[in-house]
């Protein structure tokens, strides 16, 4: 298919590893770039605080649409970054404002796609023209395989930090949950993030030495037509606004420097900073997925994270650009 109708095509995960034409993932690519640039100066009018920030991505997104795969995707990190430091200096109400928190998204949803888009690129350049098939976004662990070693890893990091974790019970909430989870890591890392704040919750609420005083946390998974679920319930004591899971930067002070750093796989060093709930929402929303959130004030949190399972269904951050 010509580079332009590939565009009005939908670029599901299953027709992407599919994919051998470096050129159209390096055109995905850039056409992603361009659809945030274009909104940049609607953010900058909405807000006049975030000029500076608006700026520098502008000149970032440009670059990208003349850079090679790799050096764009190092320009759109640094972007990302560089963007999220400048905003976490404004005061709330431009924080936590639609064009700040738009303008954030853009970038990081931007990122994410992009990671995966330079990782099947190399796959075709590195196995040819004919490379048909992608390691990269082949299916995982399967669902429940992956929640025990998210499990295990959030508690161990819990444990290095606090002395001990809350336990947690794992169960099925289908007949069978058997199907592998495309692009695990994504999987995982929401996971984790949610889990991250539900441990910590109980033990902020009773405190170490009385964990057992609180019912275990409870994460029930399944699959449906090709979605997986996953819900998780604690007693944490419920959520202290009514901020989204989207709102980067709700908890945030410009000071505040992150204060412990995990050394495995999906240690966070953005603990209490305001990042770990929106970049879970994004990597689900990759998938097609979401995560939202429940709260019964004085009781606990209950999350809720869909995803993809299949690998047919699109993108929907660049549908609803496309529109």
């Known amino acids: 298919a010509p580079v332009a109708q590939f565009f009005t095509m939908k670029l599901t995960l299953r027709r992407l590893a599919a994919l051998n034409s470096p050129t159209m993932i390096v055109e995905s690519l850039r056409h992603r770039s361009a659809l945030r640039k274009s909104q940049l100066p609607l953010y900058a009018a909405a807000s006049p605080m975030l000029c500076q920030a608006t700026e520098k991505l502008g000149k970032i997104y440009t ?38 928190q738009a303008m954030l998204r853009d970038c990081f949803s931007l990122l994410i796609a992009g990671r995966v888009l330079v990782g099947r690129y190399n796959e075709v350049v590195q196995s040819g023209r004919h490379a048909y098939s992608s390691p990269l976004l082949e299916g995982g662990p399967v669902l429940e395989e992956l ?35 495309l692009l695990p890591s994504h999987v995982q890392f929401s996971l984790l993030e949610l889990l991250k704040n539900s441990l910590g919750a109980h033990v902020h609420r009773v405190g170490v030495e009385r964990l057992d005083e609180l019912p275990p946390i409870q994460i029930v998974h399944g699959e449906c037509e090709g979605w997986g679920f996953i819900k998780m319930s604690d007693s944490g004591g419920g959520l ?42 994004l990597h689900l929303q990759y998938l097609g997925g979401d995560v939202t959130l ?16 299949s690998g047919l269904r699109t993108d929907p951050s660049e549908v609803t650009r496309g529109k």
Do not use: N
Request: glycine residues 10%.
């Open 63 to 100: 670059a990208c649409e003349s850079e090679a795969p790799a050096a764009a995707l190092e320009q759109i990190e640094k972007g990302a970054w560089a963007a999220l430091y400048l905003v976490r200096k404004l005061a709330d109400k431009e924080r936590l404002g639609v064009a700040a």
């Open 147 to 181: 929640c025990k070693d998210t499990i295990e890893d959030t508690r161990a990091f819990c444990r290095e930090k606090h002395g001990d974790a809350p336990e947690v019970e794992l169960m099925c909430g289908t007949l069978q949950s058997t199907g592998q989870v």
């Open 240 to 281: 202290v606004s009514d901020m989204s899971a989207g709102y980067f930067l709700h908890s945030s002070r410009a000071e505040r420097e992150a204060t412990y750093t995990y050394s495995r796989a999906f240690g966070s060093p953005f603990e209490g900073l305001g990042m770990g709930l929106p970049l879970a929402q």
């Open 294 to 309: 429940g709260s019964l004030p004085g009781q606990g949190v209950t999350a809720y994270l869909s995803f993809d399972m």
